[in-house]
């Protein structure tokens, strides 16, 4: 159960080997032991990942995930809850690819979809399944400021994250009532492997930065937490900018 200050006593992070988890991961390492389950495909890097956390002072256990397969979705969410309570459930995964490629090839754009929105979807409806059955827990998931308003830089993966994020904050009301919170996190620019050589956007983060904000997000309860806070206003203000100037803006 998560406690009084909102500390979990156990973490499944789906997207073994996300940065922003993993420093979400250690964040709440910082208030005490936690179980952390990392849902990955097994490679070297779900392999450190378990040895990163293992030396911060987590149990780590790991389960066979893979984005692109929806036949292993639910069996991989059983197995994490089958070692005991789930209190925190982050949803982690997801790629960015290659903007100008997405939108003119069918299979970059089919895989941006699959994993970002298909794959989102299936855990989701599995996360949720377990978390009704255990009677309690929190899921979180990572969106993006990019789903708030499609840009020409961007669409296709701003697209994906835009179902996501309508999904899982329509799942928010369905699991209003049963004990169990849902939160949305909608972080900006993060500097992380996957933006490695990219100019970065203002109000640009860290996965640590946006660790914080998750965890303030879980332990206080809110249904949506932007990284940075700033981005919230900035985020309203550009869905109401007219089309012909919002094009023009240097996004």
């Known amino acids: 159960m998560i406690d009084a200050v909102g500390h979990p006593t156990s973490l499944l992070l ?3 080997t996300s940065e922003i988890g993993l420093a979400t991961a250690e964040k709440y390492l910082e208030g005490g032991p ?7 495909r097994q490679s070297p890097r779900l392999a450190d990942a378990a040895a990163r956390l293992t030396r911060a002072g987590a149990t780590v256990e790991t389960v066979e995930f893979d984005a692109r397969d929806a036949a292993v979705h639910t069996e991989a969410v059983r197995k994490a809850f089958a070692g005991g309570d789930i209190d925190v459930a982050l949803v982690a ?8 490629k997405a939108w003119q090839d069918i299979d970059a754009a089919v895989e941006l979809a699959e994993v970002n929105y298909v794959a989102a979807v299936s855990v989701g409806v599995a996360l949720a399944a377990e978390f009704r059955r255990q009677g309690h827990g929190h899921l979180v998931a990572l969106s993006s400021v990019a789903a708030e308003r499609a840009r020409r830089s961007n669409f296709v993966y701003g697209s994906t994250k835009a179902g996501l994020d309508a ?9 209003r009532g049963e004990g169990i919170g849902v939160t949305v996190v909608r972080p900006g620019f993060v500097h992380t492997k996957m933006t490695e050589g ?3 956007a203002p109000l640009s983060t860290t996965p640590e930065a946006v660790a914080d904000v998750i965890v303030s997000a879980v332990a206080r309860g809110r249904e949506q937490a932007w990284a940075p806070a700033p981005l919230r ?3 309203s203000a550009l869905r109401h900018v007219p089309r012909p100037i919002f094009r023009r803006l240097p996004l």
């Open 233 to 235: 206003f900035v985020m």
């Open 34 to 40: 936690v179980r952390v389950v990392l849902a990955g």
């Open 167 to 175: 999904f899982y904050t329509g799942l928010t009301e369905a699991l």
């Open 198 to 200: 990219m100019s970065p």
């Open 93 to 100: 995964f997801g790629v960015l690819g290659d903007q100008e």
């Open 14 to 16: 789906l997207g073994g």
